[in-house]
């Protein structure tokens, strides 16, 4: 069984930065795709940052040059940087692994204020 945790939402100001973190237990994860979504009320979940199986690292167009995904496969923890934050970034943050089937994490809000 896997299980993801993930930590450092908040409340944060306009032009503030965030660190999101997501551990993973239960499994190996150094050939899993490995990434973050969002959400927020009403809408569909949207990719944010996928490491995929093969380290290709893609990023939504609203977030490149902003946020930088990255993993500790030691750790087993995947990490979104986030900065000029923006309130349109405002949204539950959804850790996600795919190990066969998808795995996804409780979410972590973000909160950015103008």
């Known amino acids: 069984q896997v299980r993801l945790v993930e930590s450092g939402g908040g409340l944060v100001q306009a032009g503030g930065s965030l660190r999101l973190s997501c551990a993973a237990s239960?499994?190996?994860?150094?050939?899993?795709?490995m990434g973050w979504f969002r959400q927020t009320p009403g809408k569909q979940r949207d990719l944010v940052a996928l490491?995929?199986?093969?380290?290709?690292?893609n990023y939504a167009d609203s977030v490149k040059g902003r946020f930088t995904i990255s993993r500790d496969s030691a750790k087993k923890t995947v990490y979104l940087q986030m900065s000029s934050l923006t309130p349109e970034d405002t949204a539950v943050y959804y850790c996600?692994?795919?190990?066969?089937?998808?795995?996804w994490g409780q979410g972590t809000q973000v909160t950015v204020s103008s």
């Open positions: 996600y692994v795919h190990l066969g089937t998808d795995y």
């Open positions: 490491i995929t199986r093969g380290g290709n690292i």
């Open positions: 239960g499994s190996t994860f150094s050939s899993a795709a």
